[in-house]
């Protein structure tokens, strides 16, 4: 079928011409009409409207296409007309006060993740919750004004660093002779707490010297120190634990605990670092991991200041408790040659001061004379919030009492020192080594984002 358009410009109109289509035949309305040509009549009717709407549905979709061209031009010309403004105006806005950085309240009033702690456990389960949900909002609340930080080179590295401003710089040289700062990461690493709801991609916040006082596990939600309260729906506790002291040092009078260390964080450290530059003789209470560690360190910087180190235990070598009889008689001979003078089987009965010295009284008639005393004699877990959220603590080895996937609740968790968990191949046990706070912290975030995995891993130590 083939159909023309005669345009009539005079009239401004257009006339459909098509030889298929003629006037219908008045023979067509009489009662005698045939099927046939009522039929046809149908046909070029059909195919005449197809037709001219075609024609109609073009014009008009031109018409539109034209108008929003002009309306997008009008809009680019008005866009650049106010970026002039706005140019031109800099320099007086410059020199006015600059804005607030955020509207947004201080602390979030709710997170998707909560961490109370702010240790090694805490950091390995935000980094495990982001590289599960890399989406995932993660708030730390810490009571350490210090941003998370591995705990062993306290006791270890540091003291053997070169740095005279190692107390200021933190940093620290691995085994592979690398240095790095004994920070997990630098503050860039976190986004302000007041951000943390409105972010694109989520992240991890930090509240530092924040403490949770409160907890309602019904209500999911926490109360801090200064009353602002913050609701969840994941939480994980990983408040690790405070240095336990020696009952002999608490019923001493403040004269003898202002000469003692409890020795635990950065601030330890650096004031522990700057006693041993200055007194002759410092006591280190305590076989185990830190004792040992701290007895080695300041054992080989005596040998340079020619002051005295002594490290007394109840236990008859070091590492006593942990390792079998030959490899703690190996390792209380190692401790000997880095110049400490090793005393076994002390328990120690009273600590006074005489002469402007402390003196140290054992069971066994002993005294030890001494400027300083570090205790090392382990952790006592934070279980403080125990009380207000009704968790179980274990009463045999202390803790958040947790099944092997870590668990206190269905929506709570807890992982590193303040985890009584149950060891599918040892049974019930709290640990308290970096390794374990690092693999517990990081199970239990894969956990709070959809595994459910058991804590299997045996800790190792260095």
């Known amino acids: 079928m083939h159909c023309t358009y005669i345009h009539n410009y005079s009239k401004e109109c257009t006339v459909l011409r098509c030889p298929h289509l003629r006037p219908p035949s008045r023979s067509l309305t009489s009662p005698g009409v045939s099927r046939k040509a009522g039929t046809s009549l149908v046909y070029y009717l059909i195919v005449g409207g197809a037709v001219t709407g075609t024609g109609a549905y073009v014009y008009t979709t031109l018409k539109e296409s034209k108008e929003r061209y002009n309306d997008r031009i009008a809009k680019i010309a008005m866009h650049s007309e106010q ?3 706005l140019r031109s105006e800099g320099g007086a806005a410059s020199q006015s006060p600059a804005a607030p950085e955020s509207t947004h309240p201080e602390v979030p009033s709710h997170t998707p993740f909560l961490l109370i702690g702010g240790g090694t456990a805490a950091f390995a389960a935000a980094r495990s919750i982001r590289a599960r949900d890399p989406g995932a909002r993660v708030l730390i609340v810490s009571e350490d004004p210090e941003l998370p930080y591995m705990r062993p080179p306290l006791s270890k590295e540091l003291w053997f660093s070169e740095d005279p401003n190692v107390t200021e710089t933190l940093q620290f040289k691995q085994w592979n002779g690398k240095e790095r700062s004994i920070y997990f990461q630098p503050p860039s690493f976190y986004v302000p707490a007041r951000d943390l709801p409105y972010i694109e991609n989520g992240g991890v916040a930090i509240l530092t010297g924040k403490k949770v006082v409160h907890m309602d596990v019904r209500g999911n939600t926490v ?22 002291n020696l009952l002999a040092i608490e019923r001493a009078g403040k004269d003898v605990q202002k000469r003692v260390t409890l020795f635990r964080k950065i601030e ?3 004031a522990l670092e700057k006693i041993s530059r200055e007194v002759k003789s410092i006591t280190i209470i305590g076989g185990g991991f830190l004792g040992s560690e701290l007895a080695c360190a300041l054992g080989r910087r005596a040998q340079t200041t020619g002051s005295e180190v002594i490290q007394m235990f109840p236990e008859n070598g070091n590492m006593g408790k942990v390792l079998p009889e030959y490899l703690s008689n190996w390792t209380t001979n190692k401790v000997k040659r880095e110049g400490v003078n090793v005393v076994s089987s002390a328990v120690v009965k009273s600590i006074s001061v005489c002469a402007n010295r402390l003196l140290i009284k054992l069971k066994d008639g002993r005294k030890v004379e001494t400027d300083h005393i570090v205790a090392a004699v382990g952790l006592e877990p934070n279980v403080e919030l125990a009380k207000s959220a009704g968790l179980e603590v274990d009463s045999d080895f202390g803790g958040f009492r947790v099944n092997a996937e870590l668990q206190a609740r269905s929506n709570i968790w807890v992982a590193g020192d303040a985890a009584c968990f149950y060891d599918i191949k040892l049974g019930r046990r709290r640990v308290e080594h970096h390794d374990h706070a690092v693999v517990s912290g990081r199970l239990a975030g894969e956990n709070m984002t959809g595994a459910s995995k058991p804590y299997w891993h045996q800790s190792m130590f260095w």
């Open 83 to 85: 970026e002039e403004k």
């Open 223 to 244: 109360k801090l120190d200064d009353g602002t309260q913050i609701s969840y729906d994941k939480c994980l506790i990983a408040t690790g634990g405070s240095p336990r």
């Open 268 to 270: 330890d450290f650096r």
